[in-house]
């Protein structure tokens, strides 16, 4: 396997030796992002301009500061947005109205994640030609990054001294949504009912890793949940949603209170779907005998989980933990395009350069067609590269890792097995480099084909998948080298 240029890693806390437990202080807050005007959502190739607001779209704070005294020896902003996917450059105008407003706060310690809601407004202008009426993402950024700087800042300066607890639950969440054929093929949300099925490509991760924060009385202020599914149960609404996380989020402040703030976090899950792909009928049965839409359903699991991890994990409140984060920028090679699979992507460019470009899903096709073909017309200049951001905490004995991926679970699978943390919370759609919004597939994944295997939906492919689960391993190891 070919390297690329070694990363670059930030540290809160010094690396050499044993990370040592350190007073916890904690602050949260919450904030809707959702304007008071129709807005253009995203997750689809297709216009959708939002009717009414189903749920509010959240931004979710949680600001961790380790001090020794009166020393800060650790410090981390973690952000939920219910977006599908979270551009670089919101990310960075962040960070620098951020870095004036809170000179004591490291920047770099700023994660932004996407529950990947398809249901939520859309951050790039230049996603669709044309908005009509509605709000522009332009209007809609700084509309929002001013709500945003606001209640991190007052996450931040909130922060007092709390309490953490960590744990595991379970809930059926996320379901495999590539079907696999007998000629060895791969289809998004494939037929089923055909003697050419064959069985569902991979693995299905039914984890929910629950991360509790109390404050100084034990009252629960603050709960991070990551479940390896996106939040798209109703991703073609018209309507503004945070889908199933509106309803995770209702369950838990009717029973613990409506101060408490919950980061649903998206783990690892380009290959997975809140919707079954096997039993579909019984399901729907059940989720009408109960009197529930798919996404309460969901949102009643998810709660259950967390409820159950809580009770148990409770009683071992920690106020003095190891804490660390690490920040690694590194780069990993691009997935290089075949002539083949050039002249495949020229065909599709062709074929809707043909079509009315008003249309806002002809519009969006050939714009995802011609970023291949740019691709490949560069790589015949230089080999493909892509710059990767990627964030280690450790909070006791949990690991945090993020990346920026829609990453199948074979990837979440190599991480799991070999880290040595006592639980490895893994969270997607985070924290974008250069690669703002991609699937990274597994090889089996791009030898079946397909929409989140092809190449245009993937810059980086399984050479690049396997350099990034070894450099999270390594930035891993070095927080838990001689574990305290």
């Keep these: 396997m070919k390297q690329m240029c070694k990363g ?23 904030v809707s992002i959702t304007p008071d005007r129709p807005v253009s959502l995203a997750g689809q190739f297709h216009q959708r301009i939002s009717k009414k607001v189903e749920s509010p779209c959240m931004a979710m704070i949680l600001a961790l500061e380790a001090r020794e005294g009166d020393k800060s020896v650790g410090q981390a902003i973690l952000v939920a947005l219910d977006f599908v996917t979270i551009p670089f450059e919101i990310q960075r105008d962040l960070r620098a109205r951020l870095g ?77 949504r590539r079907v696999v054929y007998a000629d060895g093929s791969a289809v998004m949300y494939g037929k089923l009912n055909t003697p050419n099925f064959r069985g569902l490509e991979g693995w299905e991760d039914h984890a929910v890793d629950v991360l509790c924060f109390t404050d100084s009385e034990k009252r629960l202020i603050a709960a991070a949940l990551a479940v390896p599914c996106p939040s798209q149960t109703v991703e073609g609404l018209y309507e503004v949603s945070a889908d199933y996380w509106h309803h995770v989020r209702e369950r838990l402040k009717a029973k613990y209170g409506e101060g408490l703030v919950v980061l649903g976090f998206c783990g690892p899950a380009g290959d997975q779907v809140p919707r079954p792909m096997l039993r579909g009928a019984a399901e729907a049965r059940m989720e009408r005998l109960r009197k529930l839409s798919r996404k309460q359903e969901l949102g009643r699991r998810i709660a259950a989980a967390f409820d159950d991890t809580w009770e148990v994990i409770r009683s071992d409140l ?16 691009g997935r290089k395009l075949t002539d083949q699979e050039y002249e495949e992507a020229k065909k599709g460019y062709e074929s809707y350069a043909k079509r009315d470009e008003k249309n806002s899903e002809v519009y969006s096709r050939k714009r995802w067609y011609k970023r291949t073909l740019d691709r490949y017309e560069a790589q015949q200049k230089s080999e493909p590269v892509n710059k990767l951001e990627i964030h280690v905490l450790r909070v006791g004995d949990l690991a945090l890792a993020t990346n920026p991926f829609e990453l199948f679970v074979d990837y979440a699978m190599r991480i799991h097995g070999r880290s040595p943390a006592g639980q490895t919370m893994l969270v997607q759609l985070a924290s974008p480099a250069d690669v703002t919004h991609s699937y990274l597939p597994s090889e089996r994944a791009v030898k079946g084909g397909g929409y989140s295997a092809v190449p245009q939906s993937t810059p980086v492919g399984p050479e690049g998948g396997q350099i990034f689960v070894e450099k999270t391993l390594d930035a891993i190891r070095a927080l838990f080298s001689g574990k305290k």
């Design 100 to 176: 004036a407003r809170l000179p004591g706060f490291d920047t770099n310690m700023l994660v932004l994640a996407a529950t990947h809601t398809h249901t939520g407004p859309t951050p790039n202008q230049e996603r669709f030609n044309d908005y009509g009426e509605a709000m522009q993402p332009k209007e809609y950024v700084p509309f929002m990054l001013d709500r945003l700087t606001d209640t991190v800042a007052k996450a931040w300066e909130g922060r007092k001294p709390g309490a953490v607890a960590w744990g595991l639950g379970h809930a059926v969440v996320g379901h495999n």
């Design 318 to 333: 920690r106020t003095d933990v190891p804490f660390a984060h690490r920040v690694e920028r590194f780069q990993v090679p």
């Design 8 to 30: 670059v890693a930030v540290l809160a806390v010094l690396a050499a030796g044993a990370v040592q437990a350190a007073e916890l202080w904690v602050g949260a807050a919450e």
